[in-house]
């Protein structure tokens, strides 16, 4: 398996509502990542997470909130979203060491009203 | 703060042309990507440049890194229009930080 998988697709959430992102890889790898993407930019990474645990947050408002229960699972949870906040979230994974790089999955575009 | 900045931001481009898309990168890193994104879509991995003086090709595509100029290039040969969308060099911070250019939007006309 060489994929992230990230679910759902599509999502449509409320100002009020919570919800949350999922993201699975079973390739192996020890870091796990959420960018989000507006249109027309490119992706801005939000967090990082090494051998489970978060290592990097880039000064992300706490309505989004990082989980990761395993090695091949992250979750992003949210929570009183603001219409600006409606973007593409991409989950990535990577081995950290060799030369294989980052995969990113499908993506989840997400629109707050 | 770390900038990559890429040249052009949006290239418009005959079939049968070439033309090279510059990546410029301001920190110490030797691990660089190029991805291509078409509307609405994620990420595809087109290159992975490890070292320094790293060239790789993949049909029309060719990448190549320079680490000691901190510039990678992405040169198109012979453009068709399948080629049209949005190429972004990202550079690797650490080994665990993935650090995205400004993108370079590619049209091909005929």
């Known amino acids: 398996d060489t994929e992230v998988t990230q679910t759902p697709k599509h999502l449509v959430m409320g100002m009020t509502n919570k919800k949350s992102l999922k993201c699975e890889q079973h390739m192996g790898h020890r870091a796990m990542y959420w960018y989000k993407q507006k249109a027309k930019k490119p992706p801005e990474l939000m967090f990082v997470y090494s051998y489970e645990k978060l290592s990097i947050n880039e000064s992300v408002p706490s309505r989004f909130s990082p989980e990761c229960p395993n090695s091949s699972l992250l979750n992003l949870h949210l929570h009183a979203l603001q219409p600006e906040d409606s973007a593409l979230y991409l989950c990535a994974s990577s081995p950290l060491y060799g030369p294989w790089g980052y995969t990113f999955g499908s993506g989840t575009r997400l629109t707050v009203v | 703060e770390l900038k990559v900045e890429q040249n052009p931001l949006f290239l418009s481009m005959q079939e049968g042309k070439n033309y090279t898309i510059y990546c410029n990168y301001s920190?110490?890193?030797?691990?660089l990507y190029w991805y291509r994104q078409d509307p609405g879509k994620s990420l595809e991995s087109l290159f992975v440049l490890l070292s320094n003086g790293a060239v790789k090709q993949e049909g029309r595509l060719m990448a190549s890194l320079d680490t000691k100029a901190r510039l990678s290039t992405l040169h198109i040969t012979a453009a068709v229009h399948d080629l049209s969308a949005t190429y972004f060099c990202a550079v690797d911070i650490d080994t665990d930080k993935l650090i995205f250019g400004t993108g370079t939007r590619l049209q091909v006309f005929p």
């Open positions: 920190t110490t890193s030797d691990r």
